[in-house]
């Protein structure tokens, strides 16, 4: 089985920088992908970015520019570099990770795909 952990999250204020990493096991096929998700008890779970096992990428609208997602395809290590971060990024960080490749697009905006999570790391941005 497929099994993902996050770490990295923290307390920052406006305009800081921080990387979340994930640590994958099990992931033993081909093609996957694997994305950011996260979460407030207000809102609903919102992609943040994907990244496909070629190194594809798509990020949601509210992040393009500040944030970068990187795979470490040897060691089945995900990252998540933020930069500017702003209180709206404020939120517990999710990783998953799902098996097969040309659907990581979709899969950033339904979270259909993705088979494994992580149990979160809280990122809280003060201003």
């Known amino acids: 089985a497929v099994e993902v952990r996050e770490s990295g999250g923290g307390s920052v204020q406006t305009g800081d920088s921080l990387k979340l990493a994930c640590a994958a096991t099990?992931?033993?096929?081909?093609?996957?992908?694997m994305g950011w998700f996260r979460q407030t008890p207000m809102k609903e779970r919102e992609g943040v970015a994907t990244?496909?096992?070629?190194?594809?990428?798509f990020y949601a609208d509210s992040v393009k520019g500040r944030f970068t997602i990187s795979l470490d395809n040897t060691k089945k290590i995900l990252y998540l570099q933020m930069n500017t971060l702003k209180p709206e990024d404020t939120s517990i960080y999710y990783c998953?990770?799902?098996?097969?490749?040309?659907?990581?697009?979709?899969?950033?905006?339904?979270?259909?795909?993705?088979?494994?999570w992580g149990r979160g790391t809280q990122v809280s941005v003060s201003s």
């Open positions: 990244i496909e096992s070629d190194g594809t990428t």
């Open positions: 998953a990770a799902g098996l097969g490749g040309g659907w990581a697009h979709l899969g950033l905006t339904s979270g259909n795909g993705f088979t494994s």
């Open positions: 099990g992931l033993t096929y081909p093609r996957y992908a």
